[in-house]
């Protein structure tokens, strides 16, 4: 009797325990659903699958709102309008499929220019694209020596993001003389696309605009206009700049540039009285490599009728 009363307690205390671990695991609410990705180009076809077997009762939906029905999603000549997340429904409304599409084109080559604002220690690379991609779009950025006989060594021009559109070459010895490829690849879910652009160190010198333009009246309808190097060139004593004023007043385009200037301040006379005008300054190389450098920010002054 003993015996058959622990058996019974025993069977009682285990119809508990499993009907309690039953709530448990009913009440768990149903695990997400990983979300897939899906990259697509504008204008293009796609059918997106709803892929649990079922195929009947099905529902799909945009961002929340009903797009369609069925076991497939036909998309025809996609705009950005179709981008978000699709999710397809069984009849009881369970989410059976989770699919985040993405819109945008493949990378075109990019379009590349290089310039030096510190002779002759650092490049700078930038690039654009058209069309802009649109998708995430990383870029690998090497360049190497045209001139090696050999296998040439490749190195990495700097960036501080994968998807940067600038980067910087520096680090190793840049030989003015010495003609070096830059490549620059671009690479997303659709594609990838490269330039290779050769240069030539001394035709890319572009300083940074001088900096601290200051402008002074002085007696006799005279302008004194002082500036500094742009901090950026790395050594104006070895390699000195040459500089450009211009003054305007009204239409920037009405040019009245003058130099080129070997030092840091000129003076003009025979200015007419009572204008204000706007004067600006820009630098190159002194022996005139490259290109000059952008226009400073203007700074104005207006001369006394006295």
């Known amino acids: 009797m003993y ?5 019974g307690t025993l069977i009682v205390l285990i119809a508990f325990f499993c009907q309690v671990w039953s709530q448990e695991t009913t009440n768990e609410p149903p695990k997400q659903r990983p979300t897939k990705d899906i990259y697509l180009g504008i204008g293009s076809w796609a059918d997106l699958p709803c892929t649990d077997g079922i195929s ?40 059976i499929e989770m699919l985040h599409l993405h819109l945008g084109y493949a990378p075109s080559p990019p379009e590349v220019q290089c310039w030096i604002p510190s002779y002759p220690l650092k490049a700078l690379c930038s690039w654009t694209q058209t069309p802009d991609p649109l998708l995430p779009t990383h870029y690998i ?6 001139s ?26 840049l030989n003015p003389d010495t003609q070096y490829l830059v490549n620059i690849t671009a690479v997303n879910a659709l594609g990838s696309a490269t330039r290779i ?27 004194q206009v002082q500036w500094a190097p742009p901090p950026t060139w790395t050594d104006p004593v070895t390699f000195p700049l040459k500089y450009k004023v211009h003054f305007y007043w009204g239409n920037p385009n009405l040019d009245s540039t003058l130099g ?8 003009r006379s025979g200015l ?5 005008y706007q004067i600006r300054v820009s630098a190159m190389d002194f022996l005139g490599y490259g290109l000059s450098s952008e226009w400073s920010d203007p700074v104005s002054i207006t001369l006394p009728k006295s």
């Open 3 to 7: 015996v058959k009363h622990c058996i």
């Open 56 to 95: 009947e009762g099905l529902q799909w939906r945009r961002n929340g709102s009903l797009v369609g029905s069925g076991p497939v999603l036909n998309i025809r000549n996609a705009s950005l309008g179709d981008k978000g997340i699709y999710t397809c429904h069984g009849p009881n409304g369970d989410t």
């Open 141 to 146: 950025t090497t360049y190497w020596s045209d």
């Open 148 to 173: 090696e006989e050999q296998l040439p060594a490749v190195h990495s021009c700097q960036k501080q993001r994968e998807q940067d559109r600038q980067c910087v070459v520096e680090g190793v010895d």
């Open 197 to 223: 652009l050769s240069i030539s160190l001394e035709d890319i010198v572009k300083p940074d605009p001088p900096v601290d333009v200051k402008a002074t009246a002085l007696p006799g309808k005279k302008v």
């Open 260 to 267: 080129p200037y070997e030092t840091d301040s000129m003076v």
């Open 272 to 276: 007419p009285a009572g204008r204000t």
